[in-house]
C-alpha cells in the first residue's frame, strides 16, 4: 500500500505565507480508505492498523487516529479520528482541489457519517497566537498546523509542536 502525505515541515514559528491554523492533535498518522463500506485505517508505513464496517461513502481520507497516545487515554476522543484531508469522496477525486474545498469535505463526513470521524475546521490565521496559548501550553494539545487554504495536494503543511523540559528521576528498575 503506498500512502499519500503532505510535505510535513517541521518548523518553530508561524511560516510568512500561510493563511489558516489547525490545532494539531496527540494521535497516530492514519491514511482512511471507505470502499464498500469498509473502512480501512493505515500507518505512515502502510501497515494496516485497524478495519471495521461503517455507513459512509467511498473515500480516501487523512487524519490522525486517537488510541494509545496520552490525549486518546485521558479524553472522550479514544478510538476517533481526527480528520485532517479529504483526497477522494466518492468518484471524485479531491487532490488538485485547493485545500479549503478538501476541508469542506472532511466536515461534510464528519457530520453525516457517526462512525468515529471528527472534524476539527481550519480557521483564520490570526487566531494562531490565542489557539497556541489556548490549547497548547495547557498540554491538552501537540501543537499547531500552518497551511495556504489555496494549495493543492500534497502541498506544504508546516507542525508546530510544543517542547517541554522534563526531568526524571528512576527510583528503580526490574
Given at each position: 500500500m503506498?500512502?499519500?502525505?503532505?510535505n510535513?515541515?517541521?518548523?518553530?514559528?508561524?511560516?510568512?505565507?500561510?493563511?489558516?491554523?489547525?490545532?494539531?492533535?496527540?494521535?497516530?498518522?492514519?491514511?482512511?480508505?471507505?470502499?464498500?463500506?469498509?473502512?480501512?485505517?493505515?500507518?505512515?508505513?502502510g501497515?494496516?492498523?485497524?478495519?471495521?464496517?461503517v455507513?459512509?461513502?467511498?473515500?480516501v481520507?487523512?487524519?490522525e487516529?486517537?488510541y494509545?497516545?496520552?490525549?486518546?487515554?485521558?479524553?472522550?476522543?479514544?478510538?476517533?479520528?481526527?480528520?485532517?484531508?479529504?483526497?477522494?469522496?466518492?468518484?471524485?477525486?479531491?487532490?488538485q482541489?485547493?485545500?479549503?474545498v478538501?476541508?469542506?469535505?472532511c466536515?461534510?463526513?464528519?457530520?453525516?457519517?457517526?462512525?468515529?470521524?471528527l472534524?476539527?475546521?481550519?480557521?483564520?490565521?490570526?487566531?494562531?497566537?490565542?489557539?497556541?496559548?489556548?490549547?497548547?501550553?495547557?498540554?491538552?494539545?501537540?501543537?499547531?498546523?500552518?497551511?495556504?487554504?489555496?494549495?493543492?495536494?500534497?502541498?506544504d503543511?508546516?507542525?508546530?509542536?510544543?517542547?517541554?523540559?522534563?526531568?526524571?528521576?528512576?527510583?528503580?528498575?526490574?
Amino acid at each position: 500500500m503506498e500512502i499519500e502525505r503532505s510535505n510535513y515541515i517541521d518548523c518553530d514559528a508561524m511560516p510568512d505565507d500561510c493563511d489558516i491554523v489547525q490545532i494539531k492533535h496527540d494521535g497516530h498518522f492514519a491514511y482512511i480508505v471507505v470502499k464498500g463500506g469498509v473502512m480501512k485505517h493505515y500507518s505512515r508505513s502502510g501497515r494496516l492498523v485497524r478495519e471495521k464496517e461503517v455507513n459512509v461513502c467511498d473515500c480516501v481520507l487523512l487524519g490522525e487516529y486517537m488510541y494509545g497516545t496520552e490525549r486518546a487515554k485521558g479524553g472522550s476522543c479514544h478510538g476517533d479520528v481526527m480528520l485532517f484531508d479529504c483526497l477522494q469522496m466518492g468518484c471524485a477525486d479531491y487532490r488538485q482541489q485547493p485545500y479549503h474545498v478538501r476541508a469542506d469535505a472532511c466536515l461534510v463526513l464528519a457530520a453525516t457519517n457517526g462512525s468515529n470521524l471528527l472534524y476539527a475546521p481550519p480557521m483564520g490565521i490570526g487566531l494562531a497566537a490565542s489557539f497556541w496559548g489556548k490549547y497548547v501550553e495547557d498540554g491538552t494539545h501537540e501543537g499547531l498546523i500552518y497551511r495556504r487554504s489555496t494549495d493543492t495536494f500534497p502541498g506544504d503543511v508546516y507542525r508546530h509542536k510544543a517542547e517541554f523540559d522534563v526531568t526524571l528521576r528512576v527510583v528503580g528498575y526490574t
